[in-house]
């Protein structure tokens, strides 16, 4: 199995500043005959199922608002949201489908407000 | 609209079988696979497995293989996931989701809760 890593497993940060979760995965998700990080992000609001935020690394899902951004290539890989909002309090997990053997999670990373 | 309506909270005793369901509308449910994933009380999210409702080939994570299986019947657009022999470490909430193009999970089912108490 890939192994993904985030981290923090928990992040505080006040209203309006910029909040940033890191994902890491124990081998490469660029598949290279399409140059394409298979690597989705999530968001899970308690009591709710998980919500696509992200996929191919950095392509916003339709909806999501544009202070959420995905960045990274190869193994490294990150969630940056720009101006952090009252709602955006949540779990976020990282996801990846490379192998379509088993589509791993991170452990999740849990932002609050400071 | 694509929905995916699961089955309802389900209270079974340890050595119990289980069946729960997610139906999937508003899209051609062949042309897309269904994964199902865990999340125990108070933790992350862990895929289990996932099936091609086209022809019913399943594929599972190594962590349960053997524990539970994972069907469909197309004919009514439902998949299923079952347990033979329930045991408590089995309480969890289950989701169900659709995989687009066998990459990007893209919609969820509002989840089961499982409850396995004696």
């Known amino acids: 199995d890939i192994v993904m890593t985030q981290s923090p497993d928990s992040l505080a940060v006040s209203l309006g500043e910029r909040a940033t979760i890191n994902c890491k995965s124990s081998?490469?998700?660029?598949?290279?005959?399409?140059?394409?990080?298979?690597l989705a992000w999530y968001q899970q609001k308690p009591g709710q199922p998980p919500k696509l935020l992200i996929y191919?690394?950095?392509t916003r899902e339709s909806g999501v608002p544009d202070r959420f951004s995905g960045s990274g290539s190869g193994t490294d890989f990150t969630l940056t949201i720009s101006s952090l909002q009252a709602e955006d309090v949540a779990v976020y997990y990282c996801?990846?489908?490379?192998?379509?053997?088993?589509?791993?999670f991170g452990q999740g990373t849990k932002l609050e407000i400071k | 609209e694509v929905q995916l309506v699961q089955s309802g909270a389900e209270v079974k005793k340890p050595g119990e079988s289980l069946r729960i369901s997610c139906k999937g509308s508003?899209?051609?449910?062949?042309?897309?696979?269904i994964s199902w994933v865990r999340q125990m009380p108070g933790k992350g999210l862990e895929w289990m497995g996932r099936?091609?409702?086209?022809?019913?080939?399943?594929n599972y994570s190594p962590s349960f293989q053997g524990h539970v299986t994972i069907s469909a019947d197309k004919s009514i657009s439902t998949a299923y996931l079952q347990w033979s022999s329930l045991k408590a470490s089995d309480t969890a909430m289950y989701y169900c989701?659709?995989?687009?193009?066998?990459?990007?999970?893209?919609?969820w089912g509002q989840g089961t809760l499982v409850t396995v108490s004696s």
């Open positions: 191919w690394a950095s």
């Open positions: 996801q990846q489908y490379y192998s379509t053997l088993s589509y791993t």
């Open positions: 099936i091609d409702p086209s022809d019913s080939y399943t």
């Open positions: 989701a659709r995989l687009e193009m066998a990459t990007i999970t893209d919609y």
């Open positions: 508003g899209y051609s449910f062949t042309s897309y696979w």
């Open positions: 081998q490469s998700v660029l598949y290279s005959s399409n140059n394409k990080n298979y």
